[in-house]
């Protein structure tokens, strides 16, 4: 079992950027793949970023390809979410996830992740 700690989030103007982390407990973080969610007021949570668990694969949303950048690291147990070009557009509250049996072909689904964070919000004022 592992748990999930983000971090990162506040307020920003749109145009800027933000870094988030999520740190998972544990020692098994390279058995884990990872994934950042997103659940904006009375929208459903939808799917942002996730990288594999060697690192070497990452897939976004199309909403935010070219601006948000997901990697991880292993010695931190830690994965990132670099937000950049913010729009307002991207004001949720931001949710880590981890699973370690999902398929690269169900990473888009939310119900497919055993573990979550407890979310971290994110502002971004026009």
């Known amino acids: 079992q592992v748990q999930l700690v983000e971090s990162g989030g506040g307020l920003v103007q749109a145009g800027g950027s933000l870094r988030l982390s999520c740190t998972a407990s544990?020692?098994?973080?390279?058995?884990?793949?990872m994934a950042w969610f997103r659940q904006a007021p009375g929208k459903e949570r939808e799917f942002v970023a996730a990288?594999?668990?060697?690192?070497?694969?990452?897939a976004y949303a199309d909403s935010v390809k070219g601006r948000f950048t997901i990697s991880r690291d292993s010695a931190k147990n830690t994965v990132f979410l670099q937000m950049n070009s913010l729009k307002p557009e991207d004001t949720a509250v931001y949710y880590c996830?981890?699973?370690?049996?999902?398929?690269?072909?169900?990473?888009?689904?939310?119900?497919?992740?055993?573990?979550w964070g407890q979310g971290t919000q994110v502002t971004v004022s026009s």
């Open positions: 996830a981890a699973d370690t049996k999902i398929s690269w072909a169900t990473i888009y689904y939310g119900s497919r992740y055993d573990y």
């Open positions: 544990g020692r098994t973080f390279g058995s884990y793949v």
């Open positions: 990288i594999s668990k060697r690192g070497d694969s990452t």
